[in-house]
Structure formats: C-alpha cells, structure tokens
C-alpha cells in the first residue's frame, strides 16, 4: 500500500465548469476526510465518511458541492459550476478508527484546483 | 468551539539553532492536539500529537512539544534546527476522540539558514 492517492494532482478549469477529483485511501482505512486548504491559509475540514456514510458536513460544503464514497474504498469529491473562490487545495485524508482508538490521519498530496 | 492560534506566520533560524513554533489553543473541553509538517506540493505528516498520555510529547525527527493547560499551549519544539526542517508547520486542535475533525491554525514557515 503506497499510502493515499489523489488524482489529478493538478486541474485547471474555466469558471462554471464542473470539476471531479478522486482519492483513494489506504485500503484497510474505515475513515475517509476531505479539507481544502487556501493560500496562507491551514485546512479547513469539509466532510468525512465512516465506510460508505457520509457522518458530517462542514457549512463550507455548499450546495455546489457533492462527495461520495459508494462501497466504502475511493471517494470523489464534485463541485459543480465552479467559481474563482473554489481555486484551493483539496486534500484527502484516511484513517482507521476502532470505536475506542484512532490511529490519526494519513494524508494525500492533495489536488490543486485553479479557476480561471 | 474550538480554535488554534500560532504565532507568527514565518520563523527565521540558523541551523543548528533552537526552533520554537508556538501554538496557543481553545477547547471547552479537553482537546487532542496535533503538530503537522507540510512540504511544498505535499499532503500534511503527522509529527506528534497530545492526547493526555503525557505532556512532553516526543515525535519525528527530533521534535517535541509539551501541552501546558494554565498557559492554552502546545508548542513545538527542537534543540537543533536542520535543512531539512524548512517546511510549513500546522498546530491543530480536536475535541472529538474519534478525531473526527481537526481544527487547524494558518500556519508557521520555518525558514532556515546555513
């Protein structure tokens, strides 16, 4: 297992195109997280997944954007009719959590998302 | 609520000098506390993190930080600052066992120089 992936690494993208990224976790992990993170800025949380449930969404997940994770392996993350404000990076984060433990994130390169 | 304060947006040291990143947090409840370390076009690594076991938290890399709770503090520290140090540097802060967010401050970026 090489960790988490997250593709593409990079996308450009014209303002009200919609835009899909994909990350795939570390395969024994149950939790799967999504944060973007702006310029200067730290991450900023925007949801996460216990298996296939999607548990918590941040307000910063308006209604353009829609995340997935169908059988409880790879997510994908869609934002729709993209606008300047979404250029950031998205980071993707895995763990495995046994109710009583956690054993802390695991962290994908991240996809950086320009809007022109 | 939960929030992270770090002080000072850029950090400037020789190498072999002492590093201090400084994190001041706020938690109604007692937090879980993170320090990450982000290179340039990387995902975030986990360098330590205080989950109550101990208030001196040793990590990678020859880092440590000691959770003060009179002071809100997490800082993070290293005797001797290396190249390979300079990266960006987040404190992050949880209420949630199951660390199901992280709140997180904007960040230090520890320069340093030979």
């Known amino acids: 297992d090489t960790g988490v992936s997250q593709d593409p690494r990079h996308k450009i993208t014209k303002r009200g195109q919609n835009v899909t990224f994909r990350c795939d976790p570390i395969?024994?992990?149950?939790?799967l997280y999504w944060y973007r993170q702006t310029l200067g800025q730290g991450p900023e949380f925007l949801t996460y997944f216990q298996n296939e449930a999607q548990l918590e969404k941040s307000r910063l997940l308006s209604d353009r954007f829609s995340a997935e994770r169908p059988k409880g392996s790879f997510s994908t993350l869609e934002i729709q009719r993209t606008e300047q404000g979404d250029s950031a990076m998205y980071l993707c984060a895995s763990s495995l959590d046994l109710g009583a433990s956690n054993y802390g994130y695991t962290f994908g390169s991240g996809t950086r998302l320009t809007v022109v | 609520a939960q929030s992270v304060t770090q002080l000072g947006s850029h950090v400037s040291v020789s190498e072999g000098a002492l590093v201090l990143l400084r994190c001041n947090y706020s938690?109604?409840?007692?937090?879980?506390l993170f320090w990450y370390v982000q290179y340039p076009n990387q995902g975030l690594q986990l360098l330590l993190k205080?989950?109550?076991?101990?208030?001196l938290v040793k990590g990678i890399n020859g880092f440590e930080a000691e959770f003060k709770k009179s002071e809100t503090s997490f800082h993070l520290t290293k005797p001797s600052a290396h190249m390979s140090d300079a990266a960006e540097y987040f404190c992050a802060v949880t209420q949630d066992s199951g660390y199901s967010t992280l709140t997180f401050g904007k960040g230090t970026m520890l320069l340093v120089s030979p």
């Open positions: 938690s109604s409840v007692p937090p879980y």
């Open positions: 205080y989950t109550s076991a101990a208030t």
């Open positions: 395969s024994e992990h149950n939790r």
